[in-house]
């Protein structure tokens, strides 16, 4: 089955700076790629999705990459700040008219210093 | 337009004992899928359901079931509870049913196995 290995497991930034965090995912079938926030008591709050027809995808402060044939995608968080401190989970999927499901990352715990 | 709703909140059972989950997901969804949050295994995938049908299932045990209503709502069942069921259990719903789309989580329902 699908696995997906993230790094790193914590980043600490300084405010302002920019944050990057990296997927590895070992299924060549997998097509779509969302990256999770989540915050202390909360659920996970998807942020910013990729399809493997796009290579990269940008909203805002928020990008993600995708390089298919490497088998990895990368979130690029620019200019932090304090509330960006969260986990932050990417997973890997395939569509399958069997039914879908999320592999997830083992997370990394973003801090971002004032 | 309302969330994804999960009752409980918090549970706290007893070793052996069984104990029912709630989702009810954001008007219009079909799709419920359930995953499991410890910070030993991370994020794990259980089930999936469409259209009152079980679609998809994750590598637990017989212990762990579900089902969906005809209303979409659903419900996961743990018998035969085990200290090591302890964990934050998420369900996400989503709207389309052959392609991966942005599954929105829940809050989770927290369960302490004592």
């Known amino acids: 089955g699908e696995n997906v290995e993230q790094h790193p497991s914590t980043l600490s930034v300084q405010e302002g700076d920019s944050a990057v965090i990296k997927c590895t995912y070992s299924?060549?079938?997998?097509?779509?790629f969302p990256w999770y926030k989540q915050e202390l008591g909360k659920g996970p709050q998807l942020i910013i999705d990729i399809r493997s027809n796009v290579g990269e995808k940008k909203d805002q402060r928020i990008a993600v990459t995708l390089n298919k044939t490497a088998k990895h995608f990368s979130l690029h968080i620019t200019e932090t700040q304090p509330e960006d401190s969260a986990v932050y989970f990417c997973a890997a999927s395939k569509s399958s008219a069997a039914g879908n499901k999320l592999t997830f990352g083992g997370g990394t715990r973003v801090l971002v210093k004032p | 337009k309302a969330g994804v709703t999960q009752t409980p909140r918090y549970l706290i059972k007893t070793r052996g004992q069984q104990v029912t989950l709630s989702c009810s997901p954001i008007s219009g969804h079909r799709s419920v899928s359930w995953y499991q949050q410890t910070p030993g295994q991370g994020l794990q995938f259980l089930f999936e359901?469409?259209?009152?049908?079980?679609?998809n299932k994750g590598n637990f045990p017989g212990r762990f079931s579900g089902r969906q209503f005809s209303n979409s709502r659903s419900e996961m069942n743990v018998s035969t509870l085990e200290l090591g069921d302890s964990a934050l259990y998420l369900c996400a719903s989503s709207l389309v049913r052959d392609k991966n789309y942005g599954y929105t989580f829940g809050s989770g329902t927290r369960l302490t196995v004592v």
């Open positions: 299924d060549s079938a997998s097509n779509y």
């Open positions: 359901y469409f259209s009152e049908t079980q679609r």
